[in-house]
Nanobody
């Protein structure tokens, strides 16, 4: 069992930055692939970024490439999402998720555990 708690969301002006954190319980965090997803009102949950269990592999949705960076610190049981050059269209609730095994997935249905989400609002 893994429990995930996100933090770091908030209100920021366009062009600003935020860093989201996702703290995981349990001693097996380093064996999970991790993903960040987001969901805006009226839209489906969308894959944003993923990272392998070792941190050696990452992936991003095209709309955030070059602006967002996913990373993890297995010693601290934490995964991060550094978000720079934020745009109003990045406004959403952001969720972290853990997938058993070494890999991340772009499909939300393949993740085993989810956090409660943190709101990110970007004003124009």
């Amino acid at each position: 069992q893994v429990q995930l708690v996100e933090s770091g969301g908030g209100l920021v002006q366009a062009g600003g930055s935020l860093r989201l954190s996702c703290a995981a319980s349990g001693r097996t965090f380093s064996s999970y692939g991790m993903g960040w997803f987001r969901q805006a009102p009226g839209l489906e949950r969308e894959f944003v970024a993923g990272i392998t269990s070792s941190g050696g592999g990452t992936a991003y949705v095209d709309s955030v490439k070059g602006r967002f960076t996913i990373s993890r610190d297995n010693a601290k049981n934490t995964v991060y999402l550094q978000m720079n050059s934020l745009k109003p269209e990045d406004t959403a609730v952001y969720y972290c998720a853990a997938a058993s095994g070494s890999y991340y997935y772009t499909s939300s249905g393949l993740y085993d555990y989810w956090g409660q989400g943190t709101q990110v609002t970007v004003s124009s």
